[in-house]
């Protein structure tokens, strides 16, 4: 089994949604052992906005590409092949002004390939990266699942969920920490509420396991 563990906050050790995806994939190979685990750090390792540069060969431009376009093109190409090679991805996604962090979204717009993670037919948009498992650890200032207000502002969970359903992804599961920011004990329950979600997803990845193999 090939797990990607995907971080993009930029706030370093003190970032919950790095606590939250290391304590996702750790207790996700504890679970099932022998799985590969690759580390993509979108911070250290940020690919740049998505230009018309890194455009280019998407469109079916195969001669005259220039050293820039070739060289953009190679990191679209390392990335895509990266997720579409992995079984399980675990994406840290912290709320940033009711949104994913920008490095994330370079991420998404790199996989975004048609004809890799996607196609259009005759019926509409099909997926390509079907079959994987997308565990999103979500950590948010304030609280936003308990109220349609709270719900309309959040452009985070929903978004990453629409998105990997166009790439053909169902099995989409949210690891939240939300009110982190609302003081220390309102913090401790976001992450002990965290943990709960991480049990009960590798519960449930336990329990697919065994049924396959029944």
Known sequence: MQLLHIDSAITGDQSVSRQLTARTVAAWVEAHPGTQVQHLDLVAQAPAHFTMEAMAPRTGQTEGLSETQRRENAVSEQLVSQFLAADVVVVGAPLYNFGIPTQLKAWIDRIAQPGRTFTYTATGPQGLAKGKTV????????????????????????????????????????????????????????????????????AQSRQEAVAEAA
């Open 135 to 202: 565990i999103v650890a979500s950590s948010r200032g304030g609280v936003y699942s308990t109220s349609d207000a709270g719900r309309a502002m959040e452009h985070q969970e929903s978004y990453l969920q629409t998105v990997f359903a166009f790439f053909g992804i169902t099995d989409v599961r949210f690891v939240r920490a939300e009110g982190v920011a609302m003081g220390p004990d309102a913090k401790s329950k976001a992450l002990d509420s965290a943990d709960s979600d991480i049990r009960a997803h590798v």
